[in-house]
């Protein structure tokens, strides 16, 4: 069971309200010189010039001062907490601009995704979040890219397991 703030609960529950709630986005790949932070919220100033939006949060051990999620038009479908359902997500980056779709391109194997879900008026409190997505495919045109997100699945573990020996599980043979 995951548990939820009281003002998530309270978010639930309203009819209409001033909360907003922020998808946070931490993309990591050995290529990349640092993680790709991304943001449904443009509640913050970046910077002025180029004029950037953005949201300050330290999910993922983020320094909110000096790794800001930047601002993208999103929309993401995310995984189900169903434990039935796969981990499956899709994002969908509206506007694609030149540089991130460079950085896309510059990628030849899986990526690494978290998801973290946070209110605006508290973006370090983590309200739901999904960790070690693997990036397993894209697709898009000129205005649009999907990235398609999903665990790596069972059936690729390694079999058999390490053997429960003295030396690696001394614990098991007191």
């Known amino acids: 069971m995951r548990r939820v703030s009281l003002n998530r609960r309270l978010l639930q529950e309203e009819h209409s309200t001033k909360e907003i709630e922020v998808a946070l986005f931490h993309i990591e790949h050995e290529e990349l010189s640092e993680p790709v932070r991304l943001s449904t919220d443009n509640a913050d100033r970046l910077t002025d010039d180029p004029l950037t939006y953005g949201t300050r949060s330290t999910f993922n051990g983020a320094n909110p001062v000096s790794e800001p999620f930047q601002f993208v038009l999103v ?31 510059m990628i030849n194997s899986q990526a690494t995704v978290d998801i973290a879900l946070v209110l605006a ?29 999903s665990r790596q699945p069972i059936e690729e573990e390694s079999f058999p397991s390490v053997r429960m020996t003295k030396q690696r599980f001394p614990g098991l043979h007191r």
């Open 75 to 105: 929309s993401a479908d995310l995984p189900s907490d169903l434990e039935e359902a796969p981990a499956e997500a899709a994002i969908t980056l509206e506007n694609v601009t030149k540089g991130i779709a460079d950085v896309l391109q």
């Open 121 to 149: 008026s508290s973006p370090d409190l983590i309200e739901a979040e999904f960790r070690g997505l693997k990036l397993v495919r894209a697709e898009g045109d000129a205005s649009e890219i999907t990235l398609f997100l």
